[in-house]
């Protein structure tokens, strides 16, 4: 894998990561009613639930991926119409702003920070649109020359370890967090930026493998 993909691999996630999400909601209601003590277990959920998630797409995919060029290229064209599909929505969405769901409420105070991390945690790992997510997304980034299971694995390090410092940088800011989502002009930019990202990463997708 090249630097060059890996950085455009960066960014695109960094971007995706910080369209707010149920995760995120579900982070920044928690930390907006329980303040810092909750930023702890709320992240170490996220980034469990990440590795779940991405640990149960990767099983099989990379496999897949090295099995043939007609499996590598049917898996990417499949993933770029998807992501096409999800960027479509995301800008409709934008285009309508409409607005968000409201943040969990919070759970009960016995075994509070227990409670946060299985709740956050359940949300993270168990949402199969994210695990479809990821077996659409990540195989845009790989170099079908190289090989294609080490760098799914080197893309969902870096995934994860950007989801971590996203589900960080929200828990600390909630309460600014929660005001800017509360804004039908924050949530249109949200919407319009990420969906312009994954229709043009799904465009791209598709275009690449007709050159194929």
């Known amino acids: 894998m090249s630097l060059s993909l890996w950085l455009a691999f960066v960014a695109a996630a960094a971007v995706l990561l910080a369209i707010p999400g149920p995760t995120i909601l579900t982070v920044i209601g928690y930390s907006v009613s329980h303040g810092r003590r909750a930023n702890l277990p709320l992240v170490a959920a996220v980034a469990l639930g990440d590795s779940t998630a991405l640990a149960v797409s990767l099983l099989g995919l990379g496999v897949l991926l090295q099995t043939s060029a007609f499996w590598f290229t049917a898996v990417k064209t499949v993933g770029g119409l998807y992501l096409l599909y999800l960027g479509i ?27 946060l991390f299985a709740n956050t945690y359940l949300v993270t790992a168990l949402n199969p649109k994210g695990i479809v997510f990821f077996v659409a997304f990540l195989p845009q980034f790989v170099d079908p020359s190289a090989d294609t299971g080490r760098q799914l694995w080197i893309l969902a390090l870096t995934f994860l370890g950007l989801a971590t410092i996203n589900a960080t940088l929200y828990a600390a800011f909630a309460a600014w967090a929660s005001r800017v989502l509360a804004a039908p002009r924050a949530q249109r930019g949200f919407h319009l930026a990420g969906g312009s990202l994954l229709s043009a990463a799904g465009v791209w997708a598709l275009l690449a493998r007709r050159a194929v």
Request: proline share 30%; aromatic share 4%; hydrophobic share 50%.
């Open 89 to 115: 929505k995301l800008l409709r969405a934008g285009a309508a702003a409409a607005p968000m769901a409201p943040p969990p409420a919070p759970p009960p105070a016995p075994g509070l920070r227990w409670k």
